[in-house]
Structure formats: C-alpha cells, structure tokens
C-alpha cells in the first residue's frame, strides 16, 4: 500500500486512526498565535496536508485567502462538504503544484511524513514563499522530550516497536535552530498539549497505541503493569512543565534586513 493510499483509508474513519480525533484544536490555535489576530487578513495562505479542512477554515474566518491542500481525494471531499467559505479552496494535488507565492505556508504534523524534510522544507521557503520580510512558514510535530517521548523512542531505537506507520522522523528543536541559521531564518518556537506528553492523555494514548504497536513486531509485554507505573509517576509532574509539550509549532522567516 502506498502512503496515499494509506492515507485515502486514513481519511475515510479517521477517529478510528487517531487516538484523540483527527484535528487537534488546541495545535491550531497555537498555528494560529503565531501571527496576531487582525493580521491574518488579507494574507494568501498555503495549508499542506490539510485533512478534513478545519484549519484552512478558521485561516479563512481570520480575513485569510487561504488554499489548502491535500493528496487525499477523500480529506479533500470531506473538507468542501464541511466549508464552503469566502477565500477559501480545496484542491487535491501535491505542494510544488501549488501555483504562485504565499505569504504564509501552513503545515499541521504533516513534516514527520516527508521522505526528505530539511530538502522538502528548503524548496518550499524557495520556490513557494513570497518575497517579503513578514513571509513565513509555520509547522508544527510532535515533540519527545517528554515520558510519553522516553517511552517511545526507547521502543522505536531499541526494538524497532513503530509509534505510528506514516511518521518518518523524529525532530528536535536544535535542529530546526540549525535549519534556521544555515538558511538565514528568524525562528520562533512555542508548544502544547502538555498533558499528551505526561498526563492522562498519555496514558489515554499509549493504552490504546502500546499493545497494538508491541502486536504489530511481534513483541509481548505487560503493559498494564506499565500503565500503572506511568500513572504513579504522572503524578510527581508538574502539570505544564516548560520544554515537555507533546506537540512543538515553529516559525520560520526570511531575516528583516
């Protein structure tokens, strides 16, 4: 199967999919905090693996001319069936389709999935990004400096245990400051979903997420007996930890001469 296709499954049950829904809004508000209110109007807007279309949407009630796009025909008919708003278009087709420059790049944990996302990343600020001082991309991941993080990537690097079958890479926030320095980038950086990454939406998450990711390489273990350390131990966490965020958003624009 081919990660289109995937994601064309993906997309016809996604609550099915993602543990919490297929649209987490309190990452969006983060995206969209990024830039003050009233200043989203007026801006053209390119939204990269827009799903079901619920940030393109909330972009566009913000005064934005906003194309979101997705190459998943079935998030795409969902998302024109859902929105039907001024300024705003759904299309299928993939980024360096995308015609003209925008003053903003949208993507929302859609970067992991790239094969090739420093390149991809680079290309987009080149060929895609307007040529103005205020032009920027905004995209958010999942971060792992937190124990929901330890948890997985000891599983992912010891024993190969797949947290998710699309996700590609695992960023840090020191390598986006790299990216950012050898382009010539102002970086900005904020983060959420603190209880994803130490709370009970974590332990939520990996009773749902740790036996099926243990079945899938064959692997037994008694993961009640891990859950029940894990809800111990969340306890002596503090309930916003700065740095443990479970989901990190980072701006990236051209340097203001």
Known sequence: MTLQEKYNEIWKDPD??????????????????????H???GLSVLEIGCGWGE???MMAMAGANV?????SIEAIMKAREQFNLPGLRYETFE????KGRFDVIVMQGVLEHFDEPWLELRNMIGSKLAHRDSACVITTSPSFLNPRGYVWMTLQLLFDVPMSL???HFFFRNQFMQFAEQNRLDLAMRECDYDWGNHEKM????????PKALADVKMKGNTDKLMMWLAKASEHIDPEPRGTGATMGYKLSRKVK
């Open 39 to 41: 200043d989203w109007a």
């Open 166 to 168: 699309t996700d590609k």
């Open 16 to 37: 099915s999919f993602f543990t919490f829904g297929h649209f987490n809004y309190e990452e969006a508000c983060m995206i969209m905090d990024f830039i003050p209110e």
């Open 67 to 71: 194309l979101a796009i997705d190459y």
């Open 55 to 57: 940030l393109a949407a």
């Open 95 to 98: 980024w360096p389709d995308a």
């Open 203 to 210: 332990l939520i998450d990996f009773r749902k997420r740790l």
